[in-house]
C-alpha cells in the first residue's frame, strides 16, 4: 500500500510538472547589453519584432515591428503610465535618455488595436 501511494504522488508529480510552462529567460531576451536589457513576456511576441536592438552610436533602442504600431506606452517599475506617444509607424526608436535606471514595461498598441504587445526593459545606467 505504501509503495501504491508513493508511486501515485511519484505519477501527480510528474505530470503537473510536464504542463508547467517554463521558458528560460534567454529565450525571451531580444536585446542584452551592459546598458540596456530588454525581453519579451512570451517566446510568440518575438515574431513581432523584425528588427530590435540597442544603438550604442545614438544611445538609443531601435525597432522594427510586424504590425503598424500607433502607440507606445511606457510604464515604470511599480505599472504607473508614465508616457503614451504617437508612433503611426512600424519602424520607431526610443531615447535611453527617456529612463533612468531601473525597471520598466513598453506597450506596442497596434493598428488594428486588438493587442498590446508588452515587453521588459531594464536599464541598467
Not at 504522488?9 to 534567454?26: G, L, N, Q, R
Not at 506596442?108 to 541598467?124: D, E, P, R, S, W
Amino acid at each position: 500500500m505504501k509503495t501504491l501511494i508513493v508511486t501515485i504522488i511519484f505519477a501527480v508529480t510528474m505530470i503537473s510538472s510536464s504542463f508547467a510552462s517554463v521558458t528560460p529567460e534567454s529565450e525571451l531576451s531580444i536585446i542584452a547589453s551592459p546598458t540596456v536589457e530588454l525581453s519579451v513576456v512570451n517566446v510568440a511576441q518575438k515574431d513581432f519584432f523584425q528588427v530590435a536592438k540597442y544603438n550604442t552610436d545614438m544611445d538609443a533602442l531601435e525597432f522594427v515591428t510586424a504590425d503598424y504600431v500607433d502607440y507606445l506606452q511606457i510604464f515604470d517599475e511599480s505599472g504607473k503610465l508614465m508616457y503614451q506617444l504617437p508612433v503611426m509607424s512600424n519602424k520607431l526608436k526610443i531615447s535611453k535618455k527617456m529612463f533612468d535606471t531601473g525597471a520598466y514595461k513598453i506597450g506596442f498598441i497596434t493598428k488594428n488595436k486588438t493587442t498590446i504587445q508588452f515587453t521588459n526593459l531594464t536599464v541598467n545606467g
